[in-house]
């Protein structure tokens, strides 16, 4: 257990690294990236499905945004930590690496300030995820992705398109073969019309990465169940079902404990003639438990191709900076350090093209045994260093005054002039050899 808890440790923290590189699914892209390689679980239903409660009773804490109209409106990528019991349970975001948030109900605000940052307060969405870590003793090590829900109706101040953007976007993430799709579904609705398994009818036709769960079997008609779903004789998946009761809006505006609400719920389903014989198998903590023994399982079979996918693009990207060239630091020794390499670089090279004989090294030799001598010899050195410009040109830079040794300023501006002409004959030679 301890190897599998490592196992998604693991995972998270490349999810981490993915997203911090720009690299986090769900673009669409043509090429595979190491993102769309890892095995991950979505969380995918329409408004008002009670995605929400479940992901708050799996946490067993209130943290997300709740309100109408589209909440979700950008990928909250939940990565759920066990820690030892009667610590103080904390979370932290990626976006805030050294804020720990022990309340709550800041995280909440800052979800929401986050997907204003993003997207603007017009609610447009997002395909940038938040990454949000929870540490508690009451969780199992698992992460999911909370994608926004499908709806059929645009908003007020959002463009019509958003359905279909919304649509795009969680169908981006559940058709990868690495995705495990939590499907939610309200009871009290027919399962033909349910949103999440329409979808993922189409991306995963055989039902063999797909979770069914069932909320608010409470609020079912009176004389009515929901076992043709829970049994899976209405909609079959290679899974069973789980069926979940969420805390009713009063309980939440109570503030009920959301250990208490996880007991209420057992108790629910202890006491249902309908649904007592399936108790083992119901409710949000064994839901959670279910997730990550099957998401522990996915990684560790996923290992070997991870692995080999990690390995060449290490590579690959070693042998595109081998074309490049490497990144040249900051350090003012260690970039001297670096032009000190490139000309001793350039000098072997051109030393093996004067004396290996390759191509044009002949023609190199010609150029400053001939052309180069030539053109020094036509410089009009003999009327600049005639006694009279030099006396010229030191009176000028040291004025008539006696000298111990030799007038300095004027031999200095004498020698400086005498080398910009050969700027010229040296430029001609560089073109020359280039």
């Not at 943290?63 to 990928?75: C, E, H, N």
């Not at 976006?95 to 800052?110: G, I, M, Y």
């Not at 010609?366 to 600049?384: I, N």
């Not at 004027?410 to 050899?433: K, M, N, Q």
Request: glycine fraction near 8%; aromatic fraction near 6%; include cysteine.
């Amino acid at each position: 257990m301890a190897t599998m808890e490592g196992l998604i440790g693991l995972m998270n923290r490349i999810q981490r690294a993915c997203t911090t590189l720009g690299d986090h699914g769900g673009g669409g892209a043509d090429v595979p990236t190491l993102w769309e390689s890892l095995p991950t679980i979505a969380v995918v239903g329409g408004q008002s499905s009670g995605k929400s409660s479940v992901l708050e009773s799996i946490v067993g804490t209130d943290f997300l945004p709740r309100g109408s109209g589209i909440v979700t409106r950008r990928p909250l990528v939940l990565q759920l930590h066990q820690i030892d019991k009667g610590a103080q349970e904390y979370a932290e975001f990626l976006h805030l690496p050294k804020t720990r948030f022990s309340d709550f109900a800041l995280v909440r605000q800052e979800i929401a300030d986050e997907t204003d940052r993003m997207t603007g307060r017009t609610k447009q969405i997002s395909t940038v995820p938040i990454h949000l870590s929870i540490y508690s003793p009451k969780v199992v090590n698992l992460t999911l992705i909370d994608l926004p829900g499908l709806t059929k109706v645009a908003v007020e101040g959002q463009p019509e398109s958003v359905v279909h953007d919304i649509e795009n976007m969680v169908r981006s993430y559940v058709e990868k073969p690495n995705c495990i799709i939590l499907a939610i579904s309200p009871a009290n609705q027919d399962i033909a019309t349910s949103d999440a398994i329409k979808l993922s009818k189409e991306v995963d036709p055989t039902g063999e990465r797909t979770f069914g769960v069932l909320t608010k079997l409470d609020l079912m008609d009176k004389g009515t169940n929901a076992l043709d779903v829970l049994e899976g004789r209405a909609y079959r998946l290679q899974y069973p079902w789980v069926g979940i009761v969420n805390r009713s809006q009063a309980d939440i505006n109570r503030k009920v404990d959301m250990i208490a609400a996880r007991e209420k719920e057992m108790e629910y389903f202890e006491n249902s003639p309908d649904y007592a014989h399936l108790t083992s198998r119901m409710g949000s903590v064994y839901l959670a438990k279910l997730l990550s023994q099957h998401l522990e399982a996915v990684i560790k079979a996923r290992i070997p191709s991870i692995t080999s996918l990690i390995n060449k693009t290490v590579d690959e990207l070693e042998s595109e900076l081998d074309t490049i060239g490497r990144a040249v630091a900051a350090d003012p020794g260690a970039q001297l350090y670096t032009i000190l390499e490139l000309c001793r670089a350039f000098d072997r090279v051109f030393k093996e093209h004067l004396d290996g004989g390759r191509s044009g090294g002949d023609k190199i030799y010609g150029v400053f045994d001939h052309k180069l001598p030539a053109a020094f010899r036509k410089l009009p050195f003999d009327q600049y260093l005639s006694v009279q410009n030099v006396k010229k040109v030191v009176s000028e830079a040291d004025g008539y005054q006696p000298h111990l040794i030799a007038p300095e300023q004027g031999y200095r501006r004498l020698i400086e002039a005498g080398l910009a002409f050969f700027r010229g004959p040296a430029e001609a030679t560089v073109d020359a050899v280039i």
